[in-house]
C-alpha cells in the first residue's frame, strides 16, 4: 500500500511538469525602461538590476529550480504580481502622477525593508541591500519622484 502511494505521488510530480507556465515577453521600447527613462546612475543601475529588476521587469532571470513545478508556479505567480505593482521595462509609458506615485511607493518600500523580499534574498545574496544601500536606493526613488522623474527630464530637455 504505502509503495502505491508512493508511486500515484510520483508519477503525479511527473505529470505536473507537463504544465507550463506563459513566460512570453512581449516586446517592449528599451528606452522606456525605468534606468534608461531616469538617466539612472551605475551604482543605481546595479541596485535595481540586483534587487529589483528579476520579478519587477521583462529581464526575468529564471533560476535552474524555476523549472520544476510547483516552483516554476509559485515564481509565476510572484513576478506576475511584481509586475502589476510596477514594471521597470515599461515604467516610461506610465502617466506621469502614475510614474510619481511608483517612485514614492519604491522609496518606501526599499527605505521600510518590505523590498527586496527576504523569500528573494535567501537564495540571492547580491540582491541583500545594506542599510546605506537602501537609504541611497530610497533617495534616489524620492529625488526622482519630487523632481517629476521622467516629465520632469522632458521639460528640462525643451527649455
Known amino acids: 500500500m504505502k509503495y502505491r502511494i508512493l508511486a ?3 508519477l503525479a510530480f511527473i505529470a505536473i511538469q507537463f504544465i507550463r507556465s506563459n513566460r512570453s515577453v512581449p516586446v517592449v521600447d528599451a528606452a522606456q525602461d525605468l534606468c534608461t527613462t531616469l538617466r539612472a546612475p551605475s551604482e543605481v543601475r546595479t541596485l535595481l538590476r540586483a534587487a529589483c529588476y528579476d520579478c519587477h521587469s521583462y529581464q526575468t532571470h529564471y533560476p535552474w529550480y524555476g523549472q520544476v513545478a ?3 508556479w509559485w515564481l509565476d505567480h510572484h513576478v506576475k504580481e511584481a509586475r502589476e505593482h510596477i514594471n521597470f521595462s515599461v515604467f516610461g509609458s506610465m502617466p506621469p502622477h502614475e510614474q510619481t506615485e511608483a517612485l514614492e511607493a519604491c522609496s518606501e518600500v526599499v527605505l521600510d525593508g518590505e523590498m527586496p523580499l527576504r523569500s528573494y534574498t535567501w537564495i540571492h545574496a547580491e540582491a541583500r541591500l545594506t542599510a546605506e544601500q537602501r537609504r541611497s536606493l ?10 517629476g522623474g521622467a516629465v520632469g527630464r522632458a521639460q528640462e530637455s525643451n527649455k
Open 8 to 10: 500515484v505521488l510520483a
Open 70 to 72: 510547483p516552483i516554476s
Open 138 to 147: 530610497a533617495a534616489w526613488f524620492s529625488d526622482q519622484a519630487r523632481t
